[in-house]
């Protein structure tokens, strides 16, 4: 994963710890779609689902069809 990729990720874990989860979700997505691997869609999508919880957005959790 490029560097602004992982960037993206270490932005987004702080705002999640902060309780930025909006914030967070954003960094998420655009590292998402960065992402090369199966492996770092997968994890990324199980971010932006834990901030989707957190801003009680039950209908977004569920992920996309893992066609990843």
């Not at 691997?37 to 834990?50: E, F, G, M, P, V």
């Not at 957005?57 to 893992?66: A, E």
């Amino acid at each position: 994963m490029a560097a602004s990729s992982l960037n993206k990720i270490e932005r987004a874990h702080q705002m999640y710890r902060d309780g930025q989860h909006e914030e967070a979700l954003g960094f998420y997505t655009e590292a998402l779609a960065m992402a090369k691997t199966k492996a770092q869609k997968i994890a990324l999508h199980s971010n932006r689902a834990a901030c989707f919880l957190k801003l009680h957005d039950f209908k977004k959790v569920r992920f996309p069809s893992l066609s990843i």
